[in-house]
T-cell receptor, first 109, second 115 residues
């Protein structure tokens, strides 16, 4: 079992839909990251969180430390949101990020 | 306000040659991380460096791979005697502090192709 599991692997939505991507992890962590990888391959850091909820524009990230679970939500999705979304955790004892396998999101116009 | 700069963006090498990948961290960042993304796979940690020191190289293959982050200049990931299996995207990230207390900022990656 991977330390970081994401679901779904692939997600297709219509423009305007509310999107949820889930991330579960099995280790104790000090922080969880959500990253976006564009079709061209560059990686953008969206959020780093260790508790509660963060919001930036149409993106919302939540984390439940007790349940070892995080969600990334996109409201009013747009075709430009099409990308791979990656969850990564920084475990308390390690000095490195462990990544999920990513969720390929396609938003159709 | 330059972000993390990686070069080259694309690198083609023949089997047996050496590949050198460069990473200039964001201004003010002294912590550098290298990650590898094999085709159709997720990102994997390779090495974590702080100025002039390797802090954690547990993700780096024991042979042919080395990394440095000198006092002056960019961090270098060096792959000697490249093989086809080294074809991948190599990403560098930097942060102002280590141990996950600050976000990591990623470069655009170097796509290495081995002929």
């Amino acid at each position: 079992k991977n330390e970081v599991e994401q679901s779904p692997q692939n997600l297709t939505a219509q423009e305007g839909e509310f999107i949820t991507i889930n991330c579960s992890y099995s280790v104790g962590i000090s922080a969880l990251h959500w990253l976006q990888q564009h079709p061209g391959g560059g990686i953008v850091s969206l959020f780093m969180l260790s508790s509660g909820k963060k919001k930036h524009g149409r993106l919302i990230a939540t984390i439940n430390i007790q349940e070892k679970h995080s969600s990334l939500h996109i409201t009013a999705s747009h075709p430009r949101d099409s990308a791979v979304y990656i969850c990564a955790v920084f475990s308390g004892s390690a000095r490195q990020l462990t990544f999920g396998s990513g969720t390929q999101l396609t938003v159709l116009p | 306000n330059a972000g993390v700069m990686q070069n080259p963006r694309h690198l083609v090498r023949r089997r047996g040659q050496e590949a050198r990948l460069r990473c200039s961290p964001m201004k003010g960042h002294s912590h550098v991380y290298w990650y590898r993304q094999l085709p159709e796979e997720g990102l994997k940690f390779m090495v974590y460096l702080q100025k002039e020191n390797i802090i954690d190289e547990s993700g780096m293959p024991k042979e042919r791979f080395s990394a440095e982050f000198p006092k002056e200049g960019p961090s270098i990931l060096r792959i000697q005697q490249v093989v086809r299996g080294d074809s991948a995207a190599y990403f560098c990230a930097s942060s102002s502090q280590g141990r996950g207390s600050q976000p990591q900022h990623f470069g655009d990656g170097t796509r290495l192709s081995i002929l």
